[in-house]
């Protein structure tokens, strides 16, 4: 199972990002059946859950990004996206998918963002 996240940059506050996480190694029916999700982690902070989504299409998001973040997939290309709109300083991490499968967690390299004020 491989995840591989892209379309991470550098913006200005206030600016726009998408990012795509292409899974490859997982049969369609599994992942379907999975949980997915985005987390990020700052220098010197913990890796913290940003939004995830269930097999169901059930999203939950973290406090700060509520509003301004929306999480989707597309089942049938068996990819994840974060769509993040109004984007700030503190936005600015290294952004992680994850894919839940069975009892274990798959982990993409992560990409990068930085919002400038």
């Known amino acids: 199972v491989q995840l591989q996240a892209s379309g991470g940059g550098s913006v200005q506050a206030g600016g726009s990002l998408k990012l795509s996480c292409k899974t490859s190694g997982i049969i369609w029916s599994s992942f379907v059946s999975s949980r997915m999700g985005w987390y990020r982690q700052a220098p010197g902070k913990q890796r913290d859950l940003v939004a995830d989504i269930t097999s169901g299409g059930s999203t939950k998001y973290q406090d700060s990004v509520k509003g301004r973040f929306t999480i989707s997939r597309d089942n049938a290309k068996k990819i994840l996206y974060l769509q993040m709109n109004s984007l700030e300083p503190e936005d600015s991490a290294i952004y992680y998918c994850?894919?839940?499968?069975?009892?274990?967690?798959?982990w993409g390299k992560g990409t990068q963002v930085t919002v400038s004020s």
């Open positions: 994850t894919v839940e499968l069975g009892s274990r967690d798959y």
